[in-house]
């Protein structure tokens, strides 16, 4: 069974940054694409941002310029590099890998909340 799971969440005030880390439990072979969602509290989860095989990525439209994510070269870790937080930023984010199989694994996710 594959594992996933989250880490550096945390509260900040609004235009502070967090970087949150997400770490799977199998090779490197298995992993597709890697991504990050988050669910606000009465949301559907939303996609936040990508990262695909070569280097590709993709990005909500309103954290475009403000998130990064990268992921550690050949590993099974990536990151999201959060800048400019905003209250509306806050949810629990979610890792989420995708393996070659076809099958998604989730983590247990991490709370962002970003308040003054």
């Known amino acids: 069974q594959v594992q996933v799971v989250e880490s550096g969440g945390g509260s900040v005030q609004p235009g502070g940054s967090l970087r949150l880390s997400c770490a799977a439990s199998t090779g490197v072979g298995m992993i597709n694409a890697m991504a990050w969602y988050r669910q606000a509290p009465g949301e559907q989860r939303e996609l936040v941002a990508a990262i695909y095989p070569g280097g590709s990525t993709k990005y909500l439209d309103s954290v475009k310029g403000r998130f990064t994510i990268s992921r550690v070269k050949a590993g099974n870790t990536i990151y999201l590099q959060m800048n400019g937080l905003k209250p509306e930023d806050t949810a629990v984010y979610y890792c989420?890998?995708?393996?070659?199989?076809?099958?998604?694994?989730w983590g247990q996710g991490t709370q962002v909340t970003v308040s003054s």
């Open positions: 989420k890998l995708a393996d070659y199989y076809g099958r998604d694994h």
